[in-house]
């Protein structure tokens, strides 16, 4: 559904390079996209595991193309055709609060068993699923935020290893508040650090 972040009459999303066709923006985003994972693989953003480190590796991912690349989305959001309906964007930053507090709170997922620790993660993923802070990118960010909290704590999730298909799927039963099959999937991809 077209909104202020897309051309007039268009879904595509306006960009720096003016691409209106979005078949050509989505090749540019996923090269500019590859080039900001090898960015961040190089130097990781620093990880203070916050909503503003969120932000940062959002930035490195997406700010070469969008001009709100980090920024709180200023339009409402549905994931489509899942039911599942996120923040409002006048609670976002209060919603974040939460969301990244609580991760706080459960020391960053440290010490936590394989098992343990992949059900938290689909638990706090769910989280950020429903906060959706971003108007385009949001899994992505999520993803590469989720593997330096992985690292953080001691384990690496192999995401190769996963159908995205099925991960989609089962973030969005995250979302709804039932996180039991992403954390199955996340506990079969989900090792000690080597």
Sequence with gaps: MPDRYTYPNSE???NKFSLVDQFGLSRVENGLVELG???????PADPT?????????HRRLFGELYEW???FRQTDRAARGTGVVHCRPEFLESAADDVFGALKTEDFLTGLDR?????AVARHWGAMAVLDPFRDGNIRSQAVFLEQLARSAGWSINWGALDPDWVKEARMGAAAGNPGLLGKLL???TGPLP
């Design 49 to 57: 595991f916050t909503f503003g480190h969120l932000q940062a590796i």
């Design 12 to 14: 595509v999303l306006r």
């Design 187 to 189: 506990a079969r991809a």
């Design 37 to 43: 994972l090898a960015s961040l693989a190089a130097a």
């Design 69 to 71: 690349a980090g920024t």
């Design 115 to 119: 098992d343990a620790f992949a059900v």
